[in-house]
Nanobody, 121 residues
Framework: QVQLVESGGGLVQPGGSLRLSCAAS????????MGWYRQAPGKQRELVAV???????NYADSVKGRFTISRDNAKNTVYLQMNSLKPDDTAVYYC???????????????WGQGRQVTVSS
């Protein structure tokens, strides 16, 4: 069993910054992909950013140049640094990881519990 535990987020004024962290724990062999998704009220969950264990990254167009995803493979942790935040960034942010467990060769998808990010003056 694998758990993803998120931290960070909260309330910030427009133009401000926040950081999210997500640590994976459990019987982990490798985590090929880790990323962040978000879901605003009344909207579908959408990709924000993903990163591979090799360091490749991909971002939604709406956050390019403002958000930075990074990971510490030794700690099985992924981060999302969010700068120049806008009210449209308000959402619940979810960590996601494709995890190869010690007892398997097939990655399984796991989600964190979600962290609220509110951008408001």
């Amino acid at each position: 069993q694998v758990q993803l535990v998120e931290s960070g987020g909260g309330l910030v004024q427009p133009g401000g910054s926040l950081r999210l962290s997500c640590a994976a724990s459990g019987s982990i062999f490798s985590i090929p992909i880790m990323g962040w998704y978000r879901q605003a009220p009344g909207k579908q969950r959408e990709l924000v950013a993903v990163t591979t264990s090799g360091g490749s990254t991909n971002y939604a167009d709406s956050v390019k140049g403002r958000f930075t995803i990074s990971r510490d493979n030794a700690k099985n942790t992924v981060y999302l640094q969010m700068n120049s935040l806008k009210p449209d960034d308000t959402a619940v942010y979810y960590c996601n990881a494709a995890v190869v467990e010690a007892s398997s060769v097939i990655p399984h998808n796991y989600w964190g519990q979600g962290r609220q990010v509110t951008v408001s003056s």
